[in-house]
Structure formats: C-alpha cells, structure tokens
C-alpha cells in the first residue's frame, strides 16, 4: 500500500509566498492544529513575516462586524492592497467547531484570489486565541498580505486579546447598543485605537458617538500620544468606511513614526512566547502521565477531600 | 514602631462563618489578589464548601445582566435564602481595576445583610476568572451562602468560562439583539441551562424567543438530557423573575436527581486544579529568572531574528 506523502514545508512556504491559496490553507492548518510540523513552519516563516498591518476588528454581537469587514476589505482591495482575513469564533467548549463557513460571512470576497479569508475556532483551552491567532497571521504575512484584518467576535476577555494582537485595533458600537455604563462596563474605552459607530443611519448614532467621545475625552493620555478617533458608518452600504479606513492608515503612519509599532510588536511577542512556554511546559507535563493524576485530584477535589491549591501543588510536584 | 498585624486566617474563617462582612471581603481579597496567605485560607475553607447553588448569569453587554441580577436576588431574599453575588467585570489590562463599584450596580441590596456583593476584576493574564473566581465561590459557601449568583461581563471567551464556573448557566438576551446567525456566533446555544429574553416589553421579543426556542431545538441532545426553557422578563418592573427563579431552581433539583451535578463539579475542579498548576509552575519560572530572558527573547521575536516557538523552548528548556 503506498501512501501519499504530505507536501514539505519548505516547498509550502515556497508556494504560499507565490500566493497559491491551498498552500496557506494548509499552513493555517499546520500552525491551526499544533501538529508536529508547527516548529518547522515557525520557523521557515520567520524570514517573511513582520511586514503586514495587522487591524483588529472588534465589537459587540450586532454591532455589524462581519458586513464591516467587508466593506473595509472592499475598500482596500479599490487601493489594490492584498488582504488575509482571519475570522475569530468562540466555538462551543462541547461541538469544538466554528459555526460559520468563510462564505456566509464573506461572500462579496470568497472568489477573489487578493483576499485570503479564514474562520478560525477559539479552542477552549486557556489562550487558544492568543496562541494560534499570531501563527495564522504569520502565515498570511508571508503570503504577501498588505494587511491581515482580525475580526473577533464578542467582548470580554477575547477584546483584550485582540488589542494584544493588532497594531491597529477598531472597536465597532452601534446606537442603543447600551448607555455609557455599558460601554465602560466592556472595558472598551481602553482598548481601541478607532472607533465607529456603525449602523449610522439609526436612530441615537449622533448620541451614541457624542457619549463616546466624551469618555474618551475623560481618559488621562501622555503628551503625543494617540488620540482615538470616533467615526459614523453604515457599513452595509458602504457609507464612511473610506474615512474609517483613511483613520486606521493614520494610525498605522503615527504607530511607524512614534515608535510605537516596535513597542508594540515587542509586548505583542512577549505575551506570545509566554503562552507558547506555558503550553510547552503544560504539554511536556501531561506526557509525563499528569492527565491521569489530574483526574484522580479533581475528584478529591469535587468530594471536597482536598482544596485546589494542594491538589495542583501535588501535580506540579508529582509532575 | 508597633505593627498592627493582620488576623490570622483562622480567624477570619471563624468571623466569616458568623456571617460577618467585613472578613468575608478580607478573604476575597486574600484569595483574588494570589497573597502568600492564599494557600492557607484555601485549605481553612475546604471542609465548608460545596453546600451552594452556584448560577451563572450571562449575556451580551446592554441585555440587562446587572438589572436581572438585582431582580433574581430579591425574589431569593423573599424566600429567605441568603446570597452571594460575585460581579465580574473585564478590567483593562492599564488600569487593572474594575470599573464600577458595587453600589452602582447592586443599589436595591447593598445594605442588606443576607446579601453579599462584590464586584471582582477579571485580571489582564490567562484564566484570570477562572482562577480567582471559583475561590472566591468557596469563601461565600463557608460564609454561609445558599447561592451564588456569578455574574459576569460579556460573550465570547468569559462565556465559556462562566458555563464551567456555574453549577446553572443563565443566558439573557435581548429583542433586537442580532439575528440567529449572531447568537450561534456567540456560542450562546450549547453553554445555557435556562435561557431568558429581557426587555420583554419591547418590539421583537416574541420573534427572539421563538428563534431561539427553535435553534435550541435543533440542537441534538442525548435521552433524559436537560432541555433548557426559554422565558421572557421584564427586570427593570420583576415581571418574570419568580418564573425565572422556578426554571433555575428546577434545574438545580435535575442537576441533583440525574448525577449531573457530581460530573459538573468533577469537571470545574479539574479546570480549576490544571490553571492553578500552570500559574504555580508560572511563578516558580518567573521567581528562577524566567522574566528577563522573556524580555530579551520577546525582542528577539520582534525583530525578526527568532520565531516564537524557538524562544519559547528557549525559555522552557533555560528554566
């Protein structure tokens, strides 16, 4: 019986870099799934990567995300810039799956050979996004994308992520989304570098961006620091997103002539190689046999025969 | 210079029992912020815990979260149970607070004894909630808590982790809220045990329930499973709420007579013992010097001369 081999990296790399789109499928899915390959795909890709915008995109369920997206990438594409896309979703601790096909959400741009769009699963697991987001987004860099354009879903924990993540992070609102306790609540005010308020043509936009800006207003800055914009669009028609884009290009000029872009690469590869040590050591751990431990110690735990910390400084110890 | 000393823990456990405030919230405090006195309250607490009902509360920020909280406890207080509310919001990772304090939230019962609030911040680093909350859980069951309402900010990723925190995962929605393909994407469908459309007053509530009721449907689920009601409430007036409480106390009877409850609790150790022997592990990298290395790899990364992974076994194997 013989069987097919699976294509070498470096002769996927070379491929991916001509822009040939089953060869980045298939190194998304080589970083995607931690497989054995994933440190010889690190680091055949090094050499090509660091060159993309990567944006942020995000916002609360409704506020319009996945049609901003489209317009935004609309709009870039008109400028002739090669676009990667990675579509962020929670998936279901139980299912393990994304829910949504790339071509529901994209579908202005599915046939288009300049735009690389991929939906990516949040596995459960602690740091799933940070761990396997920045990998996908290298592989997108080496394709030649201008810009690589993260969408996450939802707000919370995944926000700070992305802010983590993007050079460039845009926070979508829409009117009557919430009042400014909300909006503070989803500790947003910290996080983006643009703002719009989508879905401009409803009633209680002009409140919804006036109330924005002046939290953003109240918020302590350094002398020449950047200072978040507030825009209005209406993203299924296409309406302000050449402005949004034309803010998030000024931002990107400001990261490159302030320095900021280097510190924020710096702290970005920072939380990076930490989540990936974590998980080594984790891995390595779990090799050793510490998976069987871990069963029998949260039993006891469950039986209230032992509180959590001896339990993990009995696996730790015993690892 | 005389020092006043702190009270010993067993102390404060003592005081905690008899149901006073003041060393519930030191034992919060104690627990959140990982104090060298952590392992020991843990251990002081053990044999006091696992009596409550554990209810997590959920949704996208403007659904009304803190309004239903507010009204969930009173119908609890009416029938004399007395409870326990963790708030818990998504602090910036530059401020590191969180942003609301608990009155603001929890007018109706900030002054009444029986009712216990606190407002705890989800911390910027990995599994931040999901460390420091279910400990704070065991301190409200040793003062004495029937339930424990963990409320927390947001969909997404804290999602996830409420549904492992909860021993009764309470979903909110709003009408208007995005259509079915924005509650899939929020993973919303496989984490509720009981679902409620708030705002029940408005446009659209009838049309939010009746898609929700069908998803849910869809959803395959094994013989005798929990099939998760759907209810509408007005919170901001309490209509509903007694209903709601039903749903959720029915629940809690399933999750006794069915075993449920044993799995549930097996499962929330063993996530909560494997995040806290990946903190300690952590911490004994970081006290052996593991940080600077971190500073000068991420560096590294940054400029392109290595790739995550290999100064991720860098960090690991200098260790």
New interface residues.
């Given amino acids: 019986m013989t069987r097919r081999s699976a294509p070498a990296v470096p002769d996927l790399v070379a491929r991916a870099r001509q822009g040939e789109a089953a060869a980045v499928a298939r190194l998304i899915t080589l970083v995607e799934a931690d497989s054995p390959a ?2 010889e795909v ?2 055949a ?3 090509h ?2 060159r993309a915008h990567v944006v942020g995109i995000t916002g ?3 506020v319009g995300k996945s049609t901003s997206t489209n317009a935004l990438v609309a709009a870039m594409r008109a400028d002739d810039r090669r676009v990667g896309v990675l579509a962020v ?7 393990g799956g994304a ?2 096909g790339d071509r ?1 959400r994209m579908g202005d741009h599915a046939l288009d050979p300049e735009v690389y769009i991929r939906s990516m699963g ?1 596995r ?1 697991h ?2 799933g ?2 761990r396997s987001t ?2 996908a987004v290298r592989v997108l860099e080496a394709a030649g994308c201008d810009v690589v354009v993260v969408e ?10 992305v ?2 993540l993007a050079d460039t992070t845009l926070v979508l609102l829409a009117p ?3 009042d400014g ?7 947003i ?3 983006g570098d643009v703002y719009a308020v989508n879905k401009a043509d409803r009633e209680g936009a002009d409140r919804t961006r006036r109330e924005l800006r002046t939290m953003l207003t109240m918020a302590e800055r350094p002398e020449g620091a950047w200072r978040p914009p507030v825009l209005q669009t209406v993203a299924s028609t296409g309406e302000g997103i050449d402005a949004l884009l034309a803010e998030i290009d000024r931002h990107a000029a400001w990261l490159a002539e302030s320095g900021e872009m ?1 510190r924020r ?6 939380s ?7 998980a ?3 891995e ?2 779990a090799a050793a046999g510490g998976g069987a431990d ?2 029998r ?3 006891r ?2 039986d ?1 025969e ?8 009995e ?2 110890d015993g690892a």
Same sequence: chains 1, 2.
């Fill in positions: 994933l440190r690190m680091s890709l090094r050499e990567t660091g609360a369920p409704g979703d929670p998936s279901s601790p139980f299912s829910l949504l529901v949040a459960g602690l740091g996004l940070a920045p990998q996450t879903v939802g707000v919370g924990q995944s926000e700070v992520e802010a983590g009557g989304m919430g306790i909300q909006a503070a609540k989803a500790g005010l910290e996080i280097v690469r710096t702290a970005r590869a920072r990076e190689v930490e989540a990936i040590a974590l080594t050591m984790s390595r751990w871990l069963d110690l949260a039993a735990v469950a209230g032992a509180d959590p910390y001896a339990a993990a400084d696996l730790v």
